[in-house]
């Protein structure tokens, strides 16, 4: 199994290396601290990735379908009828 440092890691997943190490603190990005070093495992890394790709995508989706669904909505209108006024005197 091939194993990658921080930096590796990061750069990987596209992030900066401080990004990752607070991913990593966090528990959302699955890595191993040894010693004082974060050790993450490829494939733990290619998995991550596919499931933010899964996750991302159905959310896309969701949005996607209620926008189409906001589109044959009918549009309520968000203007109030105008009050009727009392008519002033005139000037003469």
Same mark, same amino acid.
């Given at each position: 199994?091939?194993?990658?440092?921080?930096?590796? @890691? @990061?750069?990987?997943?596209?992030?900066? $290396?401080?990004?990752?190490?607070?991913?990593? @603190?966090? %528990?959302?990005? $699955? %890595?191993?601290? =040894? %010693?004082?070093?974060?050790?993450?495992?490829?494939?733990?890394? !290619?998995?991550?990735? *596919? #499931? /933010?790709?899964? =996750?991302?995508?159905?959310?896309? *989706?969701? /949005?996607?379908?209620?926008?189409? =669904? @906001? !589109?044959?909505? &009918?549009?309520?209108?968000? *203007?109030? #009828?105008? &009050?009727?006024?009392?008519?002033? $005197?005139? /000037?003469?």
């Amino acid at each position: 199994m091939k194993t990658l440092d921080l930096e590796q @890691a @990061a750069d990987f997943l596209k992030v900066s $290396p401080s990004t990752a190490q607070e991913m990593a @603190a966090s %528990g959302k990005l $699955p %890595g191993a601290k =040894i %010693g004082r070093a974060w050790v993450f495992l490829v494939e733990d890394l !290619v998995e991550y990735l *596919r #499931e /933010q790709v899964c =996750i991302q995508r159905e959310v896309r *989706r969701e /949005q996607t379908q209620s926008t189409a =669904i @906001a !589109v044959l909505l &009918p549009k309520r209108s968000r *203007r109030r #009828e105008l &009050p009727e006024l009392p008519e002033l $005197p005139s /000037q003469v």
